[in-house]
């Protein structure tokens, strides 16, 4: 079964600081790759996701992730966080088709300071 | 994009009864739902898989007959929590998935006192 590894349970940064949150994952198979906030008392929000093809992935509010197959890492960017960004960030993971679950990181609670 | 519902989005009940969170894909038909659980500062854990028309699947360690599933539609899947006790109280989660991507629930927080 795939697996992911968030490297950073918090990252504390200043505001207009670049920022980036560390995924690994470990699977057998062929992989999709997701990055998803939460706030506080509420579900999950996408922010990116790779399924194939380019391996730089741009989401919303200006993040980004590259796909590294040979380190088989996903890393979170953003070259300019706001105080909104804080919040706790997801990696996850499934395999590739329909219908397959999703494995979590223990998520990297992301803390931004004026 | 698609769209998950979840509800309630909080509920508080006395320990010994039971608790039913749907969870609906408003404008998509989803074979397949997942239920997670979340505690505090916590990350999400798979619970079950639930699978129109069949029993669902669980992970290892979830009790089947306490956290009881049904998904009896395309759109609509249940989860009861019976007989609550406070060691239940927790985050829990739906999901859906349309095609490659997964639309999640709002949530419910049930706390059992």
């Known amino acids: 079964a795939q697996s992911v590894t968030q490297l950073d349970s918090q990252v504390p940064v200043f505001e207009e600081a670049p920022v980036e949150l560390r995924c690994n994952y470990s699977s057998s198979v062929s992989v999709y790759l997701f990055w998803y906030v939460q706030y506080p008392n509420q579900g999950l929000q996408l922010l990116l996701k790779y399924l194939s093809g380019s391996t730089l992935v741009k989401g919303i509010n200006g993040f980004e992730a590259e796909f590294n197959k040979s380190q088989t890492s996903f890393h979170l960017r953003k070259p300019s966080v706001h105080i909104s960004d804080t919040a706790e960030y997801f990696c996850?993971?499934?395999?590739?088709?329909?219908?397959?679950?999703?494995?979590f990181g223990a998520g990297t609670r992301l803390t931004v300071k004026p | 994009g698609a769209v998950v519902s979840q509800h309630p989005s909080w509920v508080i009940c006395k320990s010994g009864t039971s608790v039913k969170i749907e969870c609906r894909s408003l404008d998509f038909q989803a074979t397949t739902m997942f239920w997670y659980r979340q505690f505090p500062k916590q990350s999400l854990m798979l619970m079950a898989t639930?699978?129109?028309?069949?029993?669902?699947?669980?992970e290892q360690g979830v009790e089947k007959d306490k956290f009881l599933i049904n998904h009896a539609s395309l759109t609509l899947s249940t989860l009861t929590v019976t007989s609550a006790h406070p060691e239940d109280s927790s985050f829990y989660i739906c999901?859906?998935?349309?095609?490659?991507?997964?639309?999640f629930g709002q949530g419910t927080r049930l706390t059992v006192v």
């Open positions: 639930s699978n129109e028309g069949s029993k669902a699947t669980y």
């Open positions: 996850a993971v499934s395999e590739r088709g329909n219908n397959n679950d999703m494995r």
């Open positions: 999901s859906a998935r349309d095609f490659s991507e997964a639309f």
